[in-house]
């Protein structure tokens, strides 16, 4: 999607290490989230960013740790991969909600395909 | 807990035939409702938004959703689907307050011929 990037596209990785996944964006949004993506479980909040450094927690956050020392980047990282965290990461931006502009939405990245082996 | 619901998790419809999916929240105002569209392999797509107001919302691709306050819901709908319509549909819905959006666990949708 325009104004929004996510790095890798794919990764492999062995069980145990650690993990850095990148998302970028241009649009100068306030917010940005992390998301997995699960059969079965939709998506699911994992951490999101209200600004830079500031940054809580989200339903599935066990394992994870994020970082936001400027706007446009938000780093996602797993501290010792493992195998449930296979899976398809999403990243997503926004505006505040009491702006409830016609355009208002979150805007998506392409995902990242982990898998821990 | 707020929260959103699919009951279906995967619908076959004929190219052509009319569609509805279904969506049921749980919140206690008003919430703000999204539907998304994610075809294989691609991120999620916006196809429409309900905030407040005209509760009919058309969308893009044909689509619209009605918002039924009685009913808790917020079922999508297409007259005529397509065989590119099949993908993968969520609903969403945004929390006041600490901006978050909380998806339901989607709907397959399969477009045979």
């Known amino acids: 999607d325009a104004g929004i990037t996510q790095s890798p596209r794919h990764k492999v990785t062995e069980t145990g290490t650690p993990v850095t996944l990148r998302c970028h964006q241009t649009e100068n949004h306030r917010y940005m989230y992390w998301y997995r993506q699960d059969p079965g479980h939709g998506l699911r909040l994992i951490h999101y960013s209200y600004g830079v450094k500031d940054t809580d927690k989200g339903e599935v956050s066990d394992g994870y740790s994020v970082s936001r020392s400027k706007t446009e980047d938000f780093l996602l990282t797993l501290e010792s991969a493992t195998s449930s965290q296979t899976s398809v990461y999403f990243c997503?931006?926004?505006?505040?909600?009491?702006?409830?502009?016609?355009?208002?939405?979150?805007?998506f990245g392409s995902g990242t395909r982990l898998t821990v082996v | 807990a707020q929260s959103v619901t699919q009951p279906d998790i995967h619908i076959t419809v004929s190219e052509g035939a009319s569609l509805e999916l279904r969506c049921n929240y749980s919140y206690g105002a008003t919430p703000y409702l999204f539907w998304y569209v994610q075809s294989p392999g691609q991120g999620l797509q916006l196809l429409l938004k309900?905030?407040?107001?005209?509760?009919l919302v058309q969308g893009i691709k044909g689509f619209e959703a009605e918002f039924k306050r009685s009913q808790s819901s917020f079922n999508l709908r297409k007259p005529s689907v397509h065989w590119s319509d099949a993908a993968e549909y969520f609903c969403?819905?945004?929390?006041?307050?600490?901006?978050?959006?909380?998806f339901g666990t989607g709907t397959r949708l399969t477009i045979i011929p």
């Open positions: 997503a931006i926004s505006e505040s909600t009491r702006y409830r502009a016609m355009d208002y939405g979150y805007t």
């Open positions: 309900y905030f407040s107001g005209d509760t």
């Open positions: 969403a819905f945004i929390n006041f307050g600490n901006e978050k959006l909380t």
